[in-house]
């Protein structure tokens, strides 16, 4: 079998007895000669240069020193037990502290001796030092420095005792790739090699790990992002493409009655042409014999309610049903009582079920759906419990999709014995080439354009030491007729706290604004649903002129009237959930504000993420920075976590790459859509490789 050597597990390597393998599964996943190969250095390190001491500054990132160990000592006890050492050169010292895995450490350092030092400084207590750092005796060092440009490898205080630091690492990496055996054959074809100049396998995964030059490095490096992007991407492609030929769609043939007189009588407003065009490209899905897998994006406000309406009616003209999912109780609310409005009179049947659901009228929507005499179903995720049963469910749409797990989304799949279209909505925009890996499996269409006449809400920064400036703007705002949130954190860890946190602060609002003059609203997710929505029909009724609220209704909800949004605790959050809070104001006509409340002490993420919403209304611009701050793995919507889990590309940084190993997939598929071509042969190995190493996608819908 061509991929033996690399299947060869790990104990099988010279170097690695029983023990060394348990400690590499357990610490770092490596189980196989390939796993091993495929663990990348996270830095190299140009040997031949030196800091001293005196030129650490704030921004530098690992350095190397050299200098003499002076002095060795335990400070503290118990868990706040420290080693300390100080290392001094010609222009200073510094200390280097380590929190574990002593008994290691202290075999290693000698007082007296000249050391290399390799590791990050951070500033602490008024001053640098370095925590954890590498370190080796300089004699060693430079015997053992043949090539001055070294690689480094992360690893774990256990594997560390038992010898495997970094150097530990790369020597069984030497092991590896001078075995005799080694066989790594290759997995590219030629024509894609030769069409990007790309390095062979071999030689990449050779290199990355012991490069003559930094030149060869980058060069090793680009092919085996190429690589991994690539058959990540061809994965998705072939997913996709085997999806729309195995799984037959419901036609819907008709744009008929329903459609059309809504959008004769009584559409509210003109449609914008963003919405045009996406109901275009659903419609086109619809009638293509193909099930839609499609998710729309569109930033806050964009009016995607009014999208999923105009859907929905297309497969009730067909004598289909829909349903509209929500993640909250509050938003399903919402959408029922909107389009239940903008529909009145067209003859369509809207119903609503959530958890809250009385058992009688349980009752009757159950006979409805079964008889097929109700057409659209809006709910939470009730709406997917198994005992709701549809007579035709034709259309599925999901509003929010990010707050879903993959497995309330399967089970949609399952409430018809045919698939039916499957339309994802999404607010938490992301950037093109992202969502191309995210959701590289579904057909992407965007609302980029918000409805006319709104003026970008302006946000402001206001310091907690000086938050009574908020209380006049407040009023000010009520006294023009308008209406205010102010929202509070409430975070699982510290829900008790918060909601006392929140309790305060609704008694200071109350104490602020009196009745008679003013009434306010509460909602947290602590209480009833009857009472929420009690709630929040007071407000939206205008028979209160401020709501007091947690996150609950952070995503969807839509009350055009209030122009005000008061963000507490606003460097708890991140910048995508304060983007779709600030979304809750700025959807009339009137000019409305966000305002964000933080501590006087702000961490430098948590100023660069409010200073990016003071910036910028844009949630494109926003994904960026935020994609930046936090890297992909938290974000919104990483459902595929396997995608996640790249070795050595980086999906914000190789956006160039993830667009051209996309294109040549499609290219390679629409050239040998079977892959039985000869030249396609090292492509399917690999695949097979893949699928067996890492499950195959196909589950994920
Ligand atoms: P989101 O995309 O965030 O779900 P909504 O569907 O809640 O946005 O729409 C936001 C607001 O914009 C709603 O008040 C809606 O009535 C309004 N709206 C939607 N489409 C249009 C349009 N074409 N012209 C004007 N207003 C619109
Ligand atoms: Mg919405």
């Known amino acids: 079998m061509a991929d033996s050597f690399l299947d060869t597990p ?4 010279k170097g690695v007895g029983p023990k060394r393998a348990e400690l590499l599964k357990k610490e770092l996943g490596i189980f196989s000669f390939y796993d091993l190969i495929h663990f990348f250095p996270f830095r190299y390190v140009d040997r031949s240069r030196f800091y001293t001491i005196r030129e650490i500054e704030n921004d530098v990132n690992y350095i190397q020193l050299k200098g003499t160990i002076r002095n060795v000592q335990y400070i503290g006890a118990g868990r706040g037990k420290r080693l300390v050492a100080t290392l001094s050169d010609h222009t200073g010292t510094i200390e280097m502290v380590w929190f574990q895995g002593f008994r290691w450490i202290e075999g290693k350092i000698k007082t007296g001796v000249e050391y290399t030092i390799f590791g990050k400084p951070s500033w602490f207590n008024g ?6 750092p590498e370190l080796e005796p300089l004699i060693e060092a430079q015997a053992s420095s043949s090539n001055p440009f070294m690689p480094f490898y992360s690893s774990t205080e256990k594997l560390k005792s038992a010898g495997l630091d970094s150097k530990g690492i790369s020597k069984l990496m030497k092991n590896l790739v001078s075995s005799d055996r080694i066989d790594i054959p290759e997995n590219l074809p030629f024509w894609i090699l030769d069409r990007y100049k790309l390095m062979p396998r071999l030689s990449a995964l050779t290199q990355i790990h012991f490069p003559d030059n930094p030149e060869i490095q980058q060069k090793a490096e680009a092919r085996l992002k190429f690589e991994e992007l690539f058959f990540i991407q061809l994965r998705l492609c072939k997913l996709k493409a085997t999806r729309e030929q195995k799984v037959k769609g419901f036609v819907f043939p008709v744009v008929g009655h329903f459609f ?29 014999g193909k099930q839609m897998n499609r998710l729309l994006q569109g930033d806050v406000g964009s009016g995607k309610t009014l999208v999923a309406l105009m859907v929905a009616l297309i497969a009730i003209d067909n004598g289909f049903q829909a349903c509209l999912m929500s993640p909250t109780e509050i938003l399903a609310n919402q959408h029922y009582q909107t389009l239940q409005k903008m529909t009145q009179g067209l003859g369509v049947s809207i119903h609503l079920l959530t958890g809250s659901t009385k058992a009688a009228v349980r009752k009757i929507i159950d006979e409805g759906l079964t008889n097929g005499n109700f057409h659209l179903l809006i709910g939470t995720h009730a709406l997917i419990e198994e005992n709701v049963v549809f007579k035709n469910l034709g259309l599925v749409i999901i509003d929010e999709q990010h707050r879903f797990g993959v497995e309330q989304r399967a089970k949609l799949w399952k409430k018809s014995n045919h698939p039916p279209h499957i339309l994802v909505m999404t607010a938490t925009p992301i950037p093109r080439t992202l969502a191309m890996t995210l959701y590289g499996d579904l057909d992407i269409s965007v609302i980029d354009k918000l409805p006319p006449g709104r003026k970008p809400v302006v946000t402001r920064h206001v310091y907690e030491s000086s938050r009574l400036r908020i209380i006049g703007f407040m009023k000010k705002q009520i006294e023009g007729g308008r209406q205010i949130f102010i929202v509070y954190p409430l975070i699982k860890e510290s829900e008790k706290l918060d909601l006392a946190n929140l309790m305060e602060g609704y008694d200071a609002i109350i104490r602020s604004f009196p009745l008679p003059h003013y009434a306010v609203s509460i909602v947290h997710g602590k209480m009833k649903s009857a009472d929420k929505e009690f709630e929040m029909q007071r407000f939206i009724k205008g028979q209160t002129q401020i709501m007091v609220a947690t996150t609950v209704i952070e995503v969807g909800v839509d009350i055009p009237n209030a122009s005000v949004m008061i963000i507490e605790n606003a460097e708890r959050y991140g910048l995508s959930q304060l983007h779709q809070l600030r979304g809750r104001v700025g959807r009339g006509a009137d000019q409305s504000y966000c305002v964000l409340v933080t501590g006087d002490k702000l961490s430098a993420d948590s100023l660069t993420r409010i200073q990016t ?16 701050l936090r890297g992909p793995g938290d974000l919104a919507g990483t459902r595929q976590s396997g995608i996640m889990d790249l070795k050595i590309a980086n999906l914000v940084r190789d956006e160039a790459i993830i667009a051209t190993t996309r294109n040549i997939a499609m290219e390679l598929l629409h050239a040998d859509p079977r892959l039985e071509k000869d030249i396609h042969q090292p492509v399917v190995r690999q695949l097979l490789f893949l699928s067996k190493k890492y499950g195959d996608w196909s589950s994920i819908s």
């Open 613 to 628: 919403m003071v910036g910028s209304n844009n949630g494109f611009e926003i994904a960026e920075v935020d994609l930046r």
């Open 127 to 132: 001053r640098f030092n370095l925590a954890h």
């Open 10 to 13: 790990i104990e099988y390597l």
């Open 260 to 288: 059309n007189e809504f959008f004769k009588l009584y559409l509210p407003f003109q449609l914008t042409d963003a919405q045009k065009k996406v109901i275009r490209e659903i419609r086109v899905d619809l009638g293509s």
